[in-house]
């Protein structure tokens, strides 16, 4: 049998709701050829001939182990080590130097905990581990956390098995991507375990509380442009809630929240601090 080419304008509507009222994500008409393509891909899979079928099946408790994948596959976006690298020249030039300051004033204890919000194949995380992996040596003694929590399954099994092929390392020079990498036979590389030790993955919804304790430094990039501003709202009052006081909250160019985050204190185009 054929594989339908399209959702119709009324199984995109079941889709579209269906993708908000499990994971916050509003999306647009516009993207209904992406959506299409997406689920299509897992037809044969779930034994399902078409698109009202495979809703159905998804929407029941038959299909509580398909949903996974259809939410993997509607959410999965590839990502980069080292993406805009402003942010990271902040954290390692600026961040780490406070860090040490506020130490040696005795203004807080050795202890650092850093939260990659949709951290997707893990390249944001490992890329924060290896700033602080620089900075070993003034960060000697100090307890590090690193938590990446995405809502992909598939992107968490990714990062966790720490994988990658050369085009996500665009942002590093060949030093770095030998200081931190190793290259197989199949010309992928695999990450050294001393970087990888560094992070753990947790799967998470950002519209939910994380339910950790606070962080002094939370990332979230690249992550809401699909978000409505109600979910928007939702996802940026769980992050404060989960920064400590004086944290820092790392946000995109593409996140359009600027206008909701009144509760903290701008430090620079892509930085806030809770006060």
Avoid at 40 to 60: E, G, H, K, V, W
Avoid at 119 to 135: D, K, R
Wanted: with cysteine.
């Amino acid at each position: 049998m054929k594989e339908p080419e399209r959702l119709t304008p009324q199984q995109f509507e079941l889709f579209q709701k269906f993708i908000y009222d499990r994971c916050g994500i509003k999306i647009d008409l516009s993207k209904i050829t992406l959506v299409s393509n997406r689920i299509r891909r897992r037809l044969q899979p779930s034994n399902c001939a078409d698109f009202a079928t495979y809703y159905r099946f998804i929407t029941s408790k038959l299909g509580a182990i398909e949903l996974v994948e259809f939410i993997d596959a509607i959410t999965t976006n590839e990502t980069s080590f080292f993406r805009t690298q402003s942010n990271f020249e902040w954290f390692k030039n600026v961040y780490i130097g406070e860090l040490l300051r506020d130490k040696a004033d005795a203004r807080r204890e050795p202890n650092l905990r850093v939260w990659s919000a949709a951290c997707s194949s893990g390249e944001e995380p490992y890329s924060i581990a290896m700033c602080l992996a620089e900075a070993s040596v003034p960060l000697r003694g100090w307890t590090i956390q690193i938590l990446g929590t995405d809502i992909s399954e598939s992107s968490l099994k990714l990062a966790r098995d720490a994988v990658y092929r050369k085009r996500t390392m665009q942002e590093m020079d060949d030093a770095k991507v030998r200081r931190y990498f190793s290259e197989d036979r199949s010309g992928e590389f695999q990450l050294r375990p001393t970087i990888k030790q560094m992070v753990k993955f947790k799967h998470h919804n950002l519209m939910k509380p994380l339910g950790e304790a606070p962080f002094d430094c939370i990332w979230l990039r690249n992550v809401l442009i699909y978000f409505d501003r109600e979910s928007k709202a939702k996802v940026i009052e769980n992050l404060v809630r989960s920064l400590v006081c004086g944290g820092y909250l790392v946000v995109g160019p593409s996140e359009g929240v600027y206008d909701m985050l009144g509760m903290l204190q701008k430090r620079g185009t892509f930085l806030y601090q809770k006060q």
